[in-house]
């Protein structure tokens, strides 16, 4: 048997990279994959991991000075700076390893800590690293399994299908007949983990403890959920527990397949899943070529992933393209299990009144459902918030359910929480994400997909079935809602009392200005100026007087010289007074 081509289209389990990238992307740049080896120095590690850091904050603080923009600072000049910095900070992710590779896709999803520059660069950012070598792969199958790789298997592909940051993939066949893949992690990736995490609690600390950037971030908190994901992803048992969860969870459905775990050749290290091969689903050629319905396809793969989300609370939290291929049957494939989420049951109801709270357009039940969440931290002033999700629910509202973008959505909701008092949870940010995910790839397979056109009959059928009447209840204030609205005489008092209510809120101001008063503060201001310059012009006269009775005639032309300058701005500012004066 031979492994795929470097132009082939279908997919093995689990496509790490794309396969057409293995042998097609350009060489790496000297020194690019210095992490690439079974024993790490501590220091080395250390030394170029704050190198990185160090140029970051220095990148940052040049980027607060206005003065530093050439021909004058604008918001243009400064997303054009943040875009740069964005890509840099991408490719020393790469630079750096694993470890930074799956911290820089965690933080993609983390709208609410970095500029959407950032995060828009941090999407793109992918597993195409080295291959290690084929004996390295048998003594890890050795050492875990205490098994050669002969004894094991009949046949064993010494090329690998796929390589990534974690792990590699290489096909193989049992004595049984079986054909199999099996996923070996990359040597060394533990201690790696141990040194780079140990280098990264530090600086979160140091984030944590900035007096700007510590502001109302959990920078420890952010550490500890990167820990949990990265060492859970390290588990290749926990992966494959998952997959025999999602593999049950679509038992019933002909047109999902998920490989099976072979627990007999598994281990913390190695994991050997039935080989089920397809077309990757964003080859939308090869899917038309193979006589598959690209409309249906992206419906369907719309409705496997609400299906996780809302029916079995338990979801693949990475849907990228590289991990769901096509049957020839036309049947979809999931790949990859290493990072699952879960939706508790208190956390459904919580984002269910939230969904109550965006249907009514009522900001205070929202923010309240938020609080529930601890998607919102309730400390100090919560108007501009509340402003801030008024200002979203008034747009988003305008539009019918069905005609709404959830990328559009996703990025006003990340523009509201950059630097405002919002944590998103990681369920809520991986949810966010594969939703925007999966409707790029409808898109790619229908140019008329709408994803919330399939999640309406989920959406409405939670509306009518939580909380016993509920339901109904929206329906109601719904209808109340489009009653008011359908004549201006009628909505106006609604819209006097939102006014009355968002004035003892604190949410508008209102300034009163008396011209008379602002001419008079003004005047008393130059008053005072007035005073501090004549003092100041009298104390260097006298001190001048001084100096030169003392023969130090330098110093006393200098400090003469202060007084004339002053005695200028003095006389300026007599002409302004007299100006003042003559005002009706």
Not at 344 to 361: D, P
């Amino acid at each position: 048997m031979s492994a795929l081509s470097p132009n082939s289209t279908t997919t093995p389990y689990p496509p790490l990279i794309d396969s057409s990238d293995r042998l097609s992307r350009p060489e790496r740049g000297k020194g690019q994959y210095r992490w690439n080896r079974e024993n790490y120095s501590r220091f080395r590690r250390r030394t170029d991991i704050w190198r990185v850091v160090l140029t970051f904050l220095t990148e940052l603080w040049w980027d607060s000075k206005k003065w530093s923009y050439p021909g004058g600072y604008s918001e243009e000049k400064r997303q054009q700076r943040r875009k740069k910095q964005a890509v840099w900070l991408r490719e020393s992710c790469l630079e750096l390893g694993p470890t930074f590779i799956k911290v820089g896709q965690l933080f993609s999803t983390r709208g609410d800590l970095f500029p959407t520059e950032y995060v828009a660069e941090l999407t793109k950012l992918q597993d195409q690293v080295p291959a290690f070598s084929y004996e390295k792969v048998a003594a890890i199958i050795k050492e875990d399994t205490g098994k050669s790789v002969h004894e094991l298997f009949r046949s064993f592909e010494p090329t690998p299908l796929a390589a990534a940051s974690l792990g590699q993939v290489h096909k193989a066949q049992l004595h049984s007949g079986e054909e199999i893949v099996v996923k070996v992690q990359r040597p060394g990736l533990k201690q790696l983990f141990t040194i780079d995490l140990a280098i990264l609690k530090r600086i979160s600390q140091y984030f944590q403890n900035h007096p700007k950037w510590g502001k109302g971030r959990d920078w420890m908190g952010v550490y500890e959920e990167c820990c949990r994901i990265l060492w859970e992803e390290t588990d290749y048992l926990n992966e494959g527990r998952n997959a025999d969860l999602f593999r049950r969870n679509f038992r019933h459905l002909e047109w999902v397949n998920v490989p099976r775990v072979y627990w007999r050749y598994a281990s913390p290290r190695v994991l050997t899943l039935e080989y089920l091969p397809g077309i990757k689903i964003s080859h939308y050629e090869a899917i038309e070529a193979a006589g598959l319905d690209r409309k249906l396809l992206a419906r369907l793969g719309a409705e496997a992933y609400l299906r996780q989300l809302l029916n079995d609370g338990f979801f693949h939290a990475d849907p990228h393209p590289g991990n769901i291929a096509v049957a020839t049957d036309g049947a979809l494939i999931f790949y990859d299990f290493g990072m699952m989420g879960r939706i508790k049951a208190n956390v459904r109801e919580g984002l269910m009144e939230t969904l109550f709270g965006i249907a009514e357009k009522n900001a205070d039940r929202v923010i309240a459902s938020l609080i529930e969440l601890d998607a919102l931290t309730p400390t100090g002033d919560l108007s501009p918030v509340r402003r801030s999700i008024q200002y979203m629910l008034d747009n988003f509202m305008d539009k019918p359910f069905e005609d709404q973008s959830i990328n559009e959505i996703g990025e006003d909701l990340y523009e509201i929480a950059y630097d405002q008092p919002f944590r998103f949870p990681a369920t809520f940010t991986f949810v966010m994400r594969a939703f925007s995910t999966l409707e790029g790839v409808g898109k790619g397979l229908d140019p008329e997909f709408n994803f919330m056109e399939v999640a309406k009959p989920f959406a409405l059928d939670i509306m009518t079935n939580t909380n016993g009447n509920n339901g109904s209840s929206l329906l109601d204030k719904l209808g109340q809602q489009a009653a008011q609205v359908s004549s201006t005489a009628l909505g106006l008092p609604r819209r006097i009392e939102d006014t009355i209510e968002k004035l003892e809120r604190g949410d508008i101001r209102v300034r009163v200005r008396s011209t008379e008063s602002d001419r008079l503060l003004r005047k008393l201001s130059a008053v005072q100026l007035l005073t501090n310059y004549t003092l100041l012009v009298g104390a260097f006269t006298l001190s001048a007087t001084i100096l030169l009775v003392n023969d130090k005639i330098i110093l006393a032309i200098v400090v003469a010289g202060l007084a004339a300058i002053i005695s200028i701005f003095l006389l300026r500012l007599m002409r302004r007074l007299d100006r003042y004066d003559r005002q009706p």
